[in-house]
């Protein structure tokens, strides 16, 4: 009878002090995160109207700086800034070097500023991950506690980049691990992510996604249509996925096999995007908010608009360049969207926020964030749309991800099975053969010659 009495108060307690340390998170990552972007924004700006032969010039430079920033200043900077937080908060209870925050910042803009295709979220959440690391060192915390300030920290970071709260807090927890959502983390992410919204907009942060009146009416062809549009979304994410895995193990098999100087793949990276350029045009560079804001506003785009920006996402990021890759998804899910939409008779803006939502749920494989982020950013008239999509195109790309460092804490399929709890980048070896597989092969004779 006495516990039944003090429970409440205890349970307040525990709400008070995660309110506190999540909201004091968040504030200080919102800070952070808004000088960085400003910071981003006028880089961005400065370089916009540069005649190409300059591009050409910087781009390359660019790259050269990224690679001996990274290399020799804080080599868990590298690639989409994210991966490294998620390998992070597994393996180290989220303890993360204070000058990756610095690092990461100047070798983003050194990427993005003159045209490098990557996004901005990533650093934004890797330098919220190190604001709250370093307060846990402050404070003294416990592994246990640090590592919750920093999941706090993930999804402050996101909610200063795109402006939802909601989906910001969502998208730092699911982010972790694949078909898992840590509950008691929800409290804590959310008060981090509010607070890091309030304090971006204080500070002059702004935030513009096109949104358009179109609704789409439930029928049986349109449940069918919206399927195949998922599932073709998640071949776009997996597809992005192989590519960027591709580019990866290609330089890291040039640098074991000629030894080269790792800070000159981030360069060659650059060199093949300005070779590229010249063949495609600049508008697949950089962030690529007009061609998304093109997209969403319901305006046609080029029909290889995805393809390229997925190629020069894939380079930049798997040469070893620094950026996000959410928002990149955000671009290659809404021009892949507008261009099937007329295929699949939906409204140009309808499928480029149906594209939006669904290649990013599934490359990164959160389509519970994604759904709710739908809902934040266009309304809630595409909210069963938004469903429709987005889990299709999270169990068709299967086992992979953005991500690899995801751990595993859901089968998506038995005749894929991967051992639960193991990072995805750990288990991609030790999957298991589908039971038909295996009860051929229990069933197949020894080879001649076999011993």
Not at 105 to 132: D, F, H, N, R, W
Not at 177 to 185: I, K, Q
Request: with cysteine.
């Amino acid at each position: 009878m006495i516990r039944k009495i003090w429970e409440p108060i205890f349970m307040g307690r525990q709400l008070a002090l995660w309110l506190g340390l999540g909201s004091l998170t968040g504030a200080l990552v919102g800070v952070v995160v808004t000088y960085f972007l400003k910071l981003l924004f006028w880089s961005i700006g400065q370089t916009a109207h540069w005649p190409f032969w300059m591009i050409a010039v910087a781009l390359p430079l660019g790259g050269l700086v990224t690679g001996l920033l990274i290399h020799y200043g804080a080599p868990r900077a590298a690639g989409h800034g994210t991966e490294a937080v998620i390998r992070s908060v597994h393996r180290d209870k989220g303890s993360i070097p204070w000058k990756v925050a610095p690092i990461k910042a100047l070798a983003t803009i050194t990427t993005i500023a003159p045209g490098g295709s990557a996004g901005k979220e990533g650093p934004s959440a890797q330098i919220g991950a190190a604001v709250a690391s370093a307060l846990a060192d402050l404070f003294h915390f416990t592994p246990e506690r640090r590592q919750k300030i920093v999941i706090c920290g993930i999804g402050a970071g996101f909610a200063a980049v795109f402006g939802t709260p909601v989906a910001g807090a969502i998208l730092g927890i699911e982010v972790l691990a694949v078909g898992d959502l840590w509950y008691d983390m929800l409290l804590p992410s959310f008060a981090a992510s509010v607070m890091s919204y309030e304090v971006s907009k204080r500070l002059g942060l702004s935030w513009f996604y096109p949104t358009t009146n179109v609704t789409l009416h439930f029928t049986v062809g349109l449940f069918a249509r919206l399927i195949v549009f998922g599932v073709a979304s998640g071949l776009v994410a997996y597809l992005l996925v192989l590519l960027m895995d591709g580019f990866h193990n290609l330089s890291e098999k040039v640098e074991r096999a000629r030894h080269w100087w790792r800070p000159l793949f981030p360069f060659f990276g650059a060199v093949a995007l300005v070779l590229l350029m010249l063949m495609v045009g600049r508008s697949y560079g950089g962030l690529s908010l007009p061609l998304l804001n093109q997209a969403l506003s319901g305006h046609s785009v080029p029909m290889l608009a995805f393809w390229w920006k997925l190629l020069m996402v894939a380079m930049t990021l798997g040469f070893g360049m620094s950026g996000g890759i959410v928002t990149p998804l955000f671009v290659v899910g809404a021009t892949f969207g507008s261009l099937v939409a007329a295929p699949l008779h939906l409204p140009l803006a309808a499928g480029a926020e149906l594209g939006m939502v669904a290649v990013t749920a599934s490359g990164a494989n959160v389509p519970i964030a994604m759904i709710i982020m739908g809902m934040e950013l266009f309304g809630s008239r595409l909210s069963p749309d938004f469903l429709m999509v987005a889990i299709p195109a999270f169990i068709i790309i299967g086992n992979h991800s953005v991500y690899p460092s995801q751990r595993v804490r859901l089968q998506k399929s038995p005749w894929v099975p991967i051992p639960v709890g193991r990072a995805l980048e750990d288990a991609e070896e030790e999957k298991l053969p589908a039971p038909w597989i295996r009860k051929h092969l229990k069933k197949r004779p020894p080879q001649r010659g076999a011993s």
